[in-house]
Nanobody, 127 residues
Framework: QVQLVESGGGLVQAGGSLRLSCAAS????????MGWFRQAPGKEREFVAA???????????DYADSVKGRFTVSRDNAKNTVYLQMNSLKPEDTAIYYC?????????????????WGQGTQVTVSS
């Protein structure tokens, strides 16, 4: 089991930026697929971004259409940490953001494809 701890959420005005961090336990972090999901009140948890190992030192980043061009996912394997840089934030980005880990590679966009989850961090974007 992988332990995940998110941080970096908060209140920001529309057009602003935040960077979320997710620290993970686990000796093979570099080969995990790391995902970010979000859940707004009254809505289902939805895919935001994922970062998956494709071999050697290469990774592939995948994004939901709603955040493409504004959000960037990255990782620091030396720190066992994955990041979500969020720019040009909109009020509709307001949600609890969750980090997730899967011990498989691939384009994983479904909640059930991930094995472990963090506790979530609140992001609120004011208009």
């Amino acid at each position: 089991q992988v332990q995940l701890v998110e941080s970096g959420g908060g209140l920001v005005q529309a057009g602003g930026s935040l960077r979320l961090s997710c620290a993970a336990s686990g000796r093979t972090f570099s080969r995990y697929t790391m995902g970010w999901f979000r859940q707004a009140p009254g809505k289902e948890r939805e895919f935001v971004a994922a970062h998956t190992w494709t071999g050697g030192i290469l990774y592939y980043a995948d994004y939901a259409d709603s955040v493409k061009g504004r959000f960037t996912v990255s990782r620091d394997n030396a720190k066992n940490t994955v990041y979500l840089q969020m720019n040009s934030l909109k009020p509709e980005d307001t949600a609890i953001y969750y980090c997730a880990a899967a011990q498989t590679t691939g384009v994983l966009r479904v909640v059930g494809e991930y094995d472990d989850w963090g506790q979530g961090t609140q992001v609120t974007v004011s208009s």
